[in-house]
């Protein structure tokens, strides 16, 4: 049998998964490393744990393909990542990943003075500090001895092509998430070098998702069970992947993902700028680009509610063998819809779209003596699907409107939470019972660029049955009510958002 290898590398884990050449699973593995926050705003990886859980995971995935060939091996990787590495390829920091905000004073300073939005304009890459083009603003103005030894800039995914056949490539895909490459040209930006003060020369070669690369080092293919001539191709992407993987790449079909984080976009076959600078605009590949809005604040807000507010709960589950979110959403679940009047923003972690501030804050609104735990884990999961929708907005004002909703990524698996979005959208919500839509993305992706298929088109075919969720009309008043104050609130609450930052940034331990 004939095998392909999808690899998902996550902004908390890698998971690798090995497909038969229909789509269909045979065996994967997830491996974990840990987010190091320890500083304020910091959100950082290790390249070590990243690699060891990359090659035990594929070592752990190829034995399950004893009786076959591998034909390739296609990535997902996590979007707006930089490492700095010297001239002899030691890095010189850890992976520095989109959820790191360090960089809020000089992308303020870029959106002020006109240049972020000029630059925007032409890379499609909101000016955020997730990006790249913030992060080495940072690093020149306040880690010189860094940015002034790097002589190589890399990403997650490329930090493995580089170790595993000395590449030194970006795709792209992941390169129209760094704000330095410009989408209309597809090569780096010169206002954006001249800005960060970097050169081409220290960035990765541009090149096309379907790029193939060969010849990997022999120590690490016998580690890994792969013959050294085994094609990896670059892939794109995990958001791009996550349209591509739920077959959500027609005209208005929007893809709904919440992982850690979360996002909603659309497949366009042009590059689309919002003159409001709230949307993206990411590669899938030339002949598709994915326009949408991207959220810091998914399953890890759910997380933090389990974690801080039902330890108890948590304790329970793991005693009777449930899954603890499960249980949590049952305890929602007997909430009405809109958690009688509490309203909860989930920026815990600032927020990108759709308001673009690394200084924001979660809150809950309107708690009152008749609200209990029950009610604010409701609040929790409707803030996150009311704060998407407000993406949704704005998505719409530069695609036009959504026609269909077609949901992935952890919050998928919830009965409770599929009910919310289609509840809150007023709009049918389609959950596909592939769940490792990135991965099986990227080898849709792997089976185009070895010419074995001619167009992304047959995922439709492997993705199987989906289940949908209709919108009950019950709900629609809470909702209706609620929704404008909710979106007001968050507009109001900006104008305090740096006032309280600041304050943790001065008293909160470094």
Same mark, same amino acid.
């Given at each position: 049998?004939?095998?392909?290898?999808?690899?998902?590398?996550?902004?908390?884990?890698?998971?690798?998964?090995?497909?038969?050449?229909?789509?269909?699973?045979?065996?994967?593995?997830?491996?974990?490393?840990?987010?190091?926050?320890?500083?304020?705003?910091?959100?950082?990886?290790?390249l070590d744990e990243i690699w060891e859980a990359f090659t035990d995971a594929m070592a752990q995935v190829t034995r399950a393909a004893k009786d076959g060939k591998i034909l390739g091996v296609s990535f997902s990787s996590a979007m707006h990542s930089l490492i700095a590495f010297d001239a002899d390829w030691q890095p010189l920091t850890r992976v520095i990943t989109w959820a790191d905000a360090r960089a809020v004073k000089y992308t303020e300073e870029l959106k002020s003075n006109g240049i972020g939005q000029e630059i925007y304009s032409k890379t499609g890459t909101p000016i955020h500090p997730m990006a790249p083009l913030s992060k080495l603003l940072w690093l020149k103005n306040e880690h010189t001895d860094i940015y002034n030894n790097a002589v190589h800039y890399l990403g997650i995914k490329e930090f493995l092509f580089?170790?595993?056949?000395?590449?030194?490539?970006?795709?792209?895909?992941?390169?129209?998430?760094?704000?330095?490459?410009?989408?209309?040209?597809?090569?780096?930006?010169?206002?954006?070098?001249?800005?960060? &003060?970097?050169?081409?020369?220290?960035?990765?070669?541009?090149?096309?998702?379907?790029?193939?690369?060969?010849?990997?080092?022999?120590?690490?293919?016998?580690?890994?069970?792969?013959?050294?001539?085994?094609?990896?191709?670059?892939?794109?992407?995990?958001?791009?992947?996550?349209?591509?993987?739920? =077959?959500?790449?027609?005209?208005?079909?929007?893809?709904?993902?919440?992982?850690?984080?979360?996002?909603?976009?659309?497949?366009?076959?042009?590059?689309?700028?919002?003159?409001?600078?709230?949307?993206?605009?990411?590669?899938?590949?030339?002949? @598709?680009?994915?326009?949408?809005?991207?959220?810091?604040?998914?399953?890890?807000?759910?997380?933090?509610?389990?974690?801080?507010?039902?330890?108890?709960?948590?304790?329970?589950?793991?005693?009777?063998?449930?899954?603890?979110?499960?249980?949590?959403?049952?305890?929602?679940?007997?909430?009405?819809?809109?958690?009688?009047?509490?309203?909860? @923003?989930?920026?815990?972690?600032?927020?990108?779209?759709?308001?673009?501030?690394?200084?924001?804050?979660?809150?809950?609104?309107?708690?009152?003596?008749? @609200?209990?735990?029950? @009610?604010?884990?409701?609040?929790?999961?409707?803030?996150?699907?009311? =704060?998407?929708?407000?993406?949704?907005?704005?998505?719409?004002?530069?695609?036009?409107?959504?026609?269909?909703?077609?949901?992935? &990524?952890?919050?998928?698996?919830?009965?409770?939470?599929?009910?919310?979005?289609?509840?809150?959208?007023?709009?049918?919500?389609?959950?596909?019972?592939?769940?490792?839509?990135?991965?099986?993305?990227?080898?849709?992706?792997?089976?185009?660029?070895?010419?074995?298929?001619?167009?992304?088109?047959?995922?439709?075919?492997?993705?199987?049955?989906? =289940?949908?969720?209709?919108?009950?009309?019950?709900?629609?008043?809470?909702?209706?009510?609620?929704?404008?104050?909710?979106?007001?609130?968050?507009?109001?609450?900006?104008?305090?958002?740096?006032?309280?930052?600041?304050?943790?940034?001065?008293?909160?331990?470094?």
């Amino acid at each position: 049998m004939d095998y392909l290898i999808g690899v998902d590398l996550g902004t908390t884990s890698t998971k690798v998964v090995l497909f038969d050449t229909k789509g269909h699973v045979i065996a994967s593995a997830n491996k974990g490393y840990k987010l190091y926050r320890d500083a304020p705003d910091m959100a950082e990886e290790d390249l070590d744990e990243i690699w060891e859980a990359f090659t035990d995971a594929m070592a752990q995935v190829t034995r399950a393909a004893k009786d076959g060939k591998i034909l390739g091996v296609s990535f997902s990787s996590a979007m707006h990542s930089l490492i700095a590495f010297d001239a002899d390829w030691q890095p010189l920091t850890r992976v520095i990943t989109w959820a790191d905000a360090r960089a809020v004073k000089y992308t303020e300073e870029l959106k002020s003075n006109g240049i972020g939005q000029e630059i925007y304009s032409k890379t499609g890459t909101p000016i955020h500090p997730m990006a790249p083009l913030s992060k080495l603003l940072w690093l020149k103005n306040e880690h010189t001895d860094i940015y002034n030894n790097a002589v190589h800039y890399l990403g997650i995914k490329e930090f493995l092509f580089n170790r595993l056949f000395g590449a030194n490539k970006m795709d792209y895909s992941i390169a129209s998430g760094t704000g330095l490459f410009n989408i209309f040209n597809l090569d780096w930006d010169e206002q954006a070098l001249s800005v960060t &003060g970097i050169t081409k020369e220290q960035l990765p070669e541009p090149v096309d998702p379907y790029t193939i690369e060969t010849g990997m080092d022999p120590q690490y293919a016998a580690e890994m069970g792969l013959d050294v001539d085994t094609p990896f191709i670059y892939g794109a992407g995990d958001g791009p992947l996550s349209n591509l993987g739920v =077959n959500a790449i027609q005209p208005g079909v929007a893809a709904v993902t919440i992982g850690t984080s979360g996002a909603i976009r659309v497949v366009t076959d042009a590059p689309k700028i919002d003159p409001k600078g709230r949307t993206f605009t990411y590669a899938l590949d030339k002949d @598709h680009w994915v326009v949408g809005g991207p959220v810091n604040n998914g399953g890890d807000v759910f997380r933090w509610a389990r974690d801080n507010m039902f330890d108890s709960e948590k304790s329970t589950a793991e005693l009777l063998g449930i899954d603890s979110y499960d249980l949590l959403t049952e305890i929602a679940s007997k909430i009405p819809a809109g958690a009688d009047g509490l309203l909860f @923003h989930p920026y815990l972690g600032g927020e990108r779209a759709p308001i673009w501030d690394a200084n924001a804050r979660g809150s809950f609104f309107g708690l009152t003596h008749n @609200h209990t735990r029950a @009610h604010m884990v409701r609040a929790v999961l409707e803030g996150i699907i009311f =704060n998407i929708y407000m993406v949704s907005l704005a998505l719409e004002e530069v695609v036009g409107d959504l026609s269909a909703i077609q949901a992935t &990524g952890g919050f998928a698996r919830s009965p409770l939470w599929r009910q919310m979005a289609a509840d809150i959208f007023e709009q049918p919500v389609t959950v596909p019972t592939a769940f490792e839509s990135g991965a099986l993305a990227a080898t849709v992706m792997a089976q185009k660029a070895l010419g074995l298929i001619d167009n992304l088109e047959v995922i439709g075919d492997m993705i199987g049955e989906a =289940n949908t969720y209709q919108p009950n009309p019950e709900n629609y008043d809470a909702y209706r009510e609620l929704t404008p104050i909710f979106i007001r609130l968050s507009r109001q609450l900006q104008t305090e958002y740096k006032a309280i930052a600041d304050y943790q940034r001065t008293h909160i331990e470094k």
